[in-house]
């Protein structure tokens, strides 16, 4: 694994009802003894910008990528990228779990292509966690006169975020389409802050 990532770590800034796992269930016998799969079992992701796939309720295990797109028609899609298990949505895209390599893949809807997201699921956990405690933490001055200096605090906390997983992992933020990137700038441009955050209070009131 790419980044130290623990539950405990997480749940000092989320409370444990907003960390969401998978069950280990959800998983085939082959794949859920994986280190990527453990950690989405047993550490998970906050809830929020990224979402984890709800097993299915006839068996109980994740959808196959070949279960929702035409992996065949993708560019750059990996040869038996069908069988790989979908673990999550994050923007258009729905997020795979490559069991052979452990890397998270990013299977877009929009663009029809496929792209390598993450080295491996702590790369994911860890951006997740960066981004979401951004947005649970900052806070905006309040003073509309002060509001182009609180925009470029937050515009240096995301690039802060950007630079430190590219000198670790380079997938994530590869080049301004990558989905993180444009999570990034919506971050940056005041968006995704939950209603009730300290971010939302102070700039909306």
Known sequence: MLFDISRSALAAVFDEDRLTTLPAGAFAPRVADTEGARLLQTVGVPSGTLRLRVPGDDCGRLPLVK???HAETLEDAPAGAGDWPVIGW???AHLALAPGSGAVYAFGLEEER????????SSLVQVTFRFQRLLEEFTFSGDDDDEEAGFERLEREVECIREETTSIDPFPFQDDETIWSVVGEEIAAGQRFRAGSPGARSRFG
């Not at 496929?114 to 699921?121: F, G, I, M, S």
């Open 67 to 69: 279960d929702l797109v």
């Open 90 to 92: 994050l923007l258009d």
């Open 114 to 121: 496929a792209r390598r997201l993450h080295t491996d699921v």
